[in-house]
């Protein structure tokens, strides 16, 4: 999800905490512009109903979310509870295409403006009312409202005519959102837009109770009326959350009929090996043994890629950073290959660029600044500040609460110090106040990530770096890259449209927007009675999809 997709991982214990921001859809979809209108361009829903009945219990651990409100998040962590209590007009499958879920079909008018979506006619919420349009509608507008205040729907539902009026108060609804019948809204959007069925894919276009959520407006996420898999029963803050299976789900109930995620307890992997566990994510301290396929906890060992990248960045608008030259300084003088090896044990990879492998647009050429002592004091001395001695004192922000910044963090501040002769001071947060610091542009420097809410390089290419977008949390502006992006935004030549984007992405680096540091992976210990335990590279809803065999 994000600052705005905010998504924060422990994905290293404690020797590292990387902040993944948040962030799918079908790659196939996405980059053909999905369906183009008429009789011939519908699309309908892949799912398939199980009609056998939920048994077992899963036993995961967990945190508590920041907000259950779809609206309202905007990290992973939180979204990871969303999408299994709530549900949208779209969503993502395990092999990451993007499908129907609340509708049964929708088609595409001839322009690629007009989306008209059937509801299905079993699609209901938790306590049995039915899903009608008139609730896609209110949902849509609540997360438009100023009330609302939702800081991720100015992104994800800008394109539908009539939205951003909305959401500046100049008009009460959305002009573009159309009720036909009960079971049939019609989307207008203002260009046809390749990606826009992806973003109904996002949590700010899930459908809620909007009657519960007027009613009871400060504590309705409590007890969810939602339309999901799964039905929040129990929320003890600092202790657990469970979910049960929701037997009215219309593509039939869960496998698992509970999943108990469990805040406290120590060590993951300590409770996995005793049994109290059913999955456990991997430390750096422990990764050796695990890769021991000869090992117990070798045989339960699973890796798998992500779509991630770990960052530094700058505000553009504070100095020192306001100079390009000295973004470049500070990329060019960092070794993040080293780190990766010494720090992490090659638990993750050296970013070769801001697109993760996998996904649309990448190329494995390395683009990043590389490690050059020498051009890094000449990009510092070809700045408006000349050396260490003309900049203002620096501070970099990082999410955390112990004595000392992270391990990688360390590492680059000496390196800093050492190439460049500039003094780095940290700084860390508590993880709600780093995100609000983050998203109103008020940190100088940052150590921060981006996790894919689709596959598509539009979501993290135009969302964090066009000069209007509301993601955009470095200040950063470039005439050039804002028309690129306008182009590429309504590209319908695929070849064409990723060609822009690797162009973009060339750019943000040179300039150092970003300091690409990290493309993520998850490793963890899954236990033998789990079926079908899948990562996907991004947040998708994964519970109905896994059994437990105790």
Known sequence: MTGQKRILAALLGALAVLVLIIGGLSAVLLLSGGPKGGGSNTATSGGTVDTKPASGRLRLPGTDPLTLDPALATDSGSAEYIVEIFSGLMTIAPDLKIVPDLAESYQVSDDGKTFTFKLRDNAVFHDG????????????????????????????????????????????????????????????????????????????????????????????????????????????????????????????????????YQFTGGSALTRFENNELDIASISVNDIDRVRDKNSALGKLYQTSTDFTISYIAFNAKNAPFDDANVRRAFGLAIDRSKVTSVTFNNMISPATGILPPQLPGFTPDDKSLKFNPDAAKAALAASKYKNAAGLPPITMTEIGGGASAGLDTQAYIEQWKQVLGVTVQVKQQDTASFFEDQQKGRLQMFNAGWVMDYPDPEDVLDLKFYSKSTLNDIGYSNPDVDRILEQARIERDPGKRLAQYQDVEKRLINDGAWLPLYFGGTHQVVNASVKGWFNPPMVIPRLRYISVDR
Do not use: H
Not at 198 to 212: G, I, S
């Open 129 to 260: 009312r039915s899903v009608e349009a008139s609730d896609v509608k209110c949902s849509f507008e609540r997360a438009a409202s100023r009330t609302t205040a939702s800081p991720t729907a100015p992104v994800y539902l800008n394109d539908i005519i009539g939205a951003n009026d909305m959401m500046t108060g100049r008009a009460q609804n959305i002009s573009g959102i159309e009720v036909v019948d009960k079971k049939t809204v019609k989307i207008t959007i203002d260009a046809p837009k390749p990606y826009f069925i992806a973003k109904l894919t996002y949590t700010t276009a899930m459908v809620v109770d909007c009657k519960q959520a007027q009613q009871n407006p400060r504590n309705w996420t409590r007890s969810p009326n939602g339309t999901g898999p799964y039905r929040l029963t129990d929320w003890r803050v600092g202790e657990r959350i469970v979910l049960e299976s929701n037997p009215k789900y219309y593509l039939g109930a869960p496998k698992v009929s509970q999943v108990l």
